[in-house]
């Protein structure tokens, strides 16, 4: 290992400037890190707000239909499918909520309740009350209890567009952490949005969760293929949320084009600094050659050089960035005290950007330690 010892004693004799490099490193590792990461976390975030507790495929009638007969089979079907995690059938229309003189308009949603809470986790949404149990009784959201002053035991009369009047009991309220749905649905049993609304033993949809998440649209495909029903159609949160979708990938792509840039700027700067080495060192190394060194080893106490680098400057990199994301996570703070983005450390993305960084540098020496290898050792000693 003589080119080793030789390339650690180089880096050594001139401390400053391989400090100089390796904190160079260090900070494109630490920004690749942390973009990655806080994107990713973001994404996470966003997608968890919007559809992580929502149907991401979603059975509906086709057509002029207005419910789905003979569900069952469907659900029976998603359940066999292992990308499915939970399926959950619902009889949803809209309504209007009388209330101290004032007409509300509303979307009562009937729920088989232990299959709803795999999606919507009421159990952990609930802030008072309970879920609904019993024919008749139903939970209001945050908002809609704030404006209308809702208690628990209220009476809530409903009418629905046939002219039909029923009067409900609020035993739960429930926090789904958006504020659209919170003013809006108004959750109860199937039997109980089947019997106020006359649907019998249809159903309106059957929505459900998948596994991965971003395999939804073709998810969607293979169980339409295998239910087999003209009557019906299945949707897939990526269709119905395009906008979104842009957006995310936006998001991806902007992550991926400073990685690459960033990447590429610390190629560049070992390269660089390692050819000017090559100059600052063309006389010890053509000493070297004189006394025997073969070319292959002049090559590779630059490789070397560029590997230890690299290796400092992407461990001191991971501890910045974890240093990075650990105080943005103290830093950034909503209103209420929690944070604003939960950041999810992915290891093997961290330990993937460690080995690219090392890899990199090493291959950045690869010019340098070629040039090395033309060095004459003769025409070096005797120009000085």
């Known amino acids: 290992?003589?080119?080793?010892?030789?390339?650690?004693?180089?880096?050594?004799?001139?401390?400053?400037?391989?400090?100089?490099?390796?904190?160079?490193?260090?900070?494109g590792v630490?920004?690749?890190?942390?973009?990655?990461?806080?994107?990713?976390?973001?994404?996470?975030?966003?997608?968890?707000?919007?559809?992580?507790?929502?149907?991401?495929?979603?059975?509906?009638?086709?057509?002029?239909?207005?419910?789905?007969?003979?569900w069952e089979g469907m659900v029976q079907t998603a359940?066999?499918?292992?990308?499915?995690?939970?399926?959950?059938?619902?009889?949803?229309?809209?309504?209007?909520?009388?209330?101290?003189?004032?007409?509300?308009?509303?979307?009562?949603?009937?729920?088989?309740?232990d299959r709803a809470e795999k999606i919507y986790d009421f159990d952990g949404r609930i802030y008072e009350g309970r879920k609904p149990a019993a024919d008749g009784e139903i939970m209001s959201?945050?908002?809609?209890?704030?404006?209308?002053?809702?208690?628990?035991?209220?009476?809530?009369?409903?009418?629905?567009?046939?002219?039909?009047?029923?009067?409900?009991?609020?035993?739960?309220?429930?926090?789904?952490?958006?504020?659209?749905?919170?003013k809006q649905w108004l959750v109860t049993t199937l039997s109980t949005s089947q019997g106020v609304f006359g649907f019998g033993p249809n159903i309106t949809a059957v929505e459900m969760q998948v596994n991965e998440i971003f395999k939804a649209d073709a998810i969607a495909k293979d169980l339409y293929k295998k239910i087999g029903r003209t009557d019906i159609k299945v949707l897939?949160?990526?269709?119905?949320?395009?906008?979104?979708?842009?957006?995310?990938?936006?998001?991806?792509?902007?992550?991926?084009?400073?990685?690459?840039?960033?990447?590429?700027?610390?190629?560049?700067?070992?390269?660089?600094v390692l050819a000017i080495k090559v100059l600052q060192k063309s006389?010890?190394?053509?000493?070297?050659?004189?006394?025997?060194?073969?070319?292959?080893?002049?090559?590779?106490?630059?490789?070397?050089?560029g590997l230890m680098l690299g290796v400092g400057g992407a461990m001191l990199g991971v501890f910045l960035a974890v240093f990075l994301l650990t105080g943005f996570t103290m830093g950034a703070k909503n209103a209420d005290g929690s944070s604003l983005i939960e950041i999810s450390f992915d290891y093997v993305f961290i330990l993937g950007s460690g080995l690219v960084a090392v890899v990199s540098a090493t291959l950045a020496a690869a010019l340098p330690a070629r040039s090395t290898t033309r060095l004459n050792p003769i025409e070096v000693i005797r120009n000085g």
């Open 141 to 182: 959201g945050r908002e809609l209890n704030a404006e209308l002053g809702l208690k628990l035991g209220d009476t809530a009369e409903l009418f629905t567009s046939n002219g039909s009047r029923h009067n409900l009991t609020i035993v739960g309220f429930y926090d789904l952490k958006v504020a659209a749905i919170n």
């Open 1 to 27: 290992m003589v080119a080793f010892k030789i390339a650690r004693r180089f880096l050594s004799a001139s401390k400053g400037q391989t400090a100089l490099i390796v904190f160079g490193i260090a900070i």
């Open 30 to 70: 630490a920004v690749q890190v942390f973009v990655g990461i806080l994107i990713t976390s973001l994404q996470a975030s966003l997608i968890d707000g919007t559809i992580g507790s929502s149907s991401q495929v979603t059975i509906r009638p086709a057509g002029d239909n207005a419910t789905l007969s003979d």
């Open 79 to 113: 359940d066999g499918m292992a990308d499915i995690k939970s399926v959950s059938p619902a009889a949803d229309s809209p309504a209007f909520l009388l209330r101290s003189g004032r007409t509300v308009p509303i979307l009562l949603r009937g729920f088989q309740m």
């Open 283 to 305: 006389k010890e190394m053509g000493i070297l050659k004189a006394m025997g060194i073969k070319d292959r080893q002049a090559g590779l106490i630059f490789l070397y050089q």
């Open 236 to 272: 897939d949160w990526k269709t119905e949320n395009s906008q979104l979708l842009s957006g995310l990938q936006g998001q991806s792509l902007s992550s991926y084009m400073i990685q690459v840039f960033v990447l590429t700027s610390v190629i560049i700067a070992i390269a660089s």
